[in-house]
């Protein structure tokens, strides 16, 4: 199977604790996302060749959705177990990935759009490689 096809997410669990969040996976493993995310409103332009991951919550904040963006490391077989999806896109594609959160290439970076509202939860964007890892928190404006 090839590693680049998109692949569609299925309901997570999600713990939001104080000093992070835990995702369950489908196939019972977690993975936990050190540090209270950073709060961003409007554009969020995240670093070229990171490995960028979209987690949207539903109202509950107790399960959600989570897709990859451009990942090319992990096979197809191993995102439809673990439940989570990846969308990939070309330099100046765009998608909307979930009602209300619109992810884009420029050049290779990725460019994510939130509106929670519409998004009906909290929509939470996770940047990392070997050597650092960020987490945001998309808001709106006030």
């Given at each position: 199977m090839s590693a680049r096809n998109d692949v569609a997410p299925d309901t997570l669990g999600v713990e939001l604790?104080?000093?992070?969040i835990v995702v369950e996976y489908t196939d019972g493993r977690d993975t936990y996302y050190r540090g209270v995310p950073?709060?961003?409103a409007g554009t969020?332009?995240?670093q070229p060749n990171k490995l960028v991951?979209?987690?949207?919550?539903?109202?509950?904040?107790?399960e959600g959705v989570m897709m990859y963006v451009n990942d090319r490391n992990t096979h197809d077989d191993i995102l439809e177990s673990s439940g989570v999806g990846r969308v990939?896109?070309?330099?100046?594609?765009e998608e909307e990935l979930f009602p209300g959160v619109t992810v884009r290439m420029d050049g290779y970076a990725?460019?994510?759009?939130a509106d929670p509202e519409t998004a009906r939860g909290r929509v939470f964007v996770f940047e990392e490689d070997?050597?650092?890892e960020q987490?945001?928190?998309?808001v709106n404006e006030d």
């Open positions: 604790a104080e000093d992070g950073e709060k961003v969020l332009r995240t991951q979209i987690l949207v919550t539903d109202p509950t904040e107790t990939m896109l070309d330099p100046g594609e990725i460019e994510v759009e070997e050597l650092d987490s945001y928190e998309m």
